[in-house]
């Protein structure tokens, strides 16, 4: 793709601005249009229906800016409405965060890992299935860890309380893994608290890898910085603090608290 690139991202809420935060670090002369539902966040103990509904809505809203790609930030989005969405906005690429963090694990070929997420993604099963493939002889646990969000949308990641939720959900699994995948765009920013807590594991998240997969288009406009401009369906009252925290605010051209009807 030539310069003047345009990418509509998604998420239900905040967390996927750290997908955002990955793909800043190595793209040049981008335009971002990021739209966080965070009048309906969460979506993880939501139906694939409702998932699905709501990710087409975010992404007919993305559409209206000419984008030449879409990313679904949202692990529970990837993992209910990816398909929903390609067949519907055909001219577009579309690129889920799930993929990419599969075939990192596939990778790193750990024989023991276990995989967190929302209750839905884990209910759908699709990391455990995928890197199941990749690796049919690696022991794969996997859990639904529902406060977590909630922990990181408040800004609570690195408190006490973060490290005693985390240790609730995961010290059963101190000594049955080695590789630990956050299947959830709100969870790296638990990544110190986890590595505080559980420091040999091997930690990957869905992130770094799709800013990976995607760095061959995203750097094509070097002369210009990256624009962003923000979008959201309500003003969440830790908006700013997540920013400084993950450290987008000087790359923010716009931002705008969307009046969305149902
Ligand atoms: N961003 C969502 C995900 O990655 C988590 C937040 C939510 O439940 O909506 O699954």
Redesign the pocket.
């Known amino acids: 793709m030539a310069g003047g690139l345009k990418i509509g991202i998604f ?3 905040l ?2 601005l750290t997908v955002l935060r990955e793909l800043l670090n190595v793209s040049q002369g981008v335009e971002y249009y990021y739209l966080g ?1 965070t009048a ?7 139906s694939k229906r409702t998932v699905i509904k709501y990710s087409l809505q975010c992404a007919q809203f993305l559409n209206k800016f000419e984008i030449d790609l879409l990313i679904v ?7 209910h409405a990816l398909e929903t969405i390609k067949k519907n906005f055909p001219h577009l690429r579309v690129e889920g ?1 799930i993929l990419p963090a599969v075939l990192e694990v596939a990778n790193l070929k750990p024989s023991r890992l276990g995989i967190i ?2 209750p ?2 884990i209910g759908s099963g699709i990391y455990k299935k995928l890197i199941g493939r990749f690796l049919p002889n690696s022991k794969i646990l996997q859990k639904a860890t ?1 406060l977590l ?1 909630p922990l990181v ?1 408040e800004g609570l990641n690195e408190t006490p309380l973060a490290e005693e939720v985390l240790k609730h959900y995961l010290s059963e699994w101190k000594n049955q893994i080695d590789l630990l995948v956050l ?5 790296p920013l638990l990544k110190k608290t986890i590595k505080k807590l559980f420091p040999r594991w091997e930690i990957v998240n ?1 992130a770094r890898p799709l800013a990976n997969v995607l760095k061959p288009l995203l750097d094509s406009d070097k002369d210009k910085p990256n624009r962003v401009s923000l979008f959201f369906t309500d003003r969440s009252a830790f908006l700013e603090s997540f920013l400084t925290n993950i450290g987008i605010k000087e790359e923010i051209e716009g931002l705008e608290i969307l009046n969305w009807e149902e």
């Open positions: 998420d239900s809420g967390g996927g539902d309906r966040v969460p979506y993880g103990i939501r930030a949202c692990n529970t989005a990837s993992a965060v997420g929302t839905s993604t529902p969000v949308e299947g959830c765009t709100h969870y869905s």
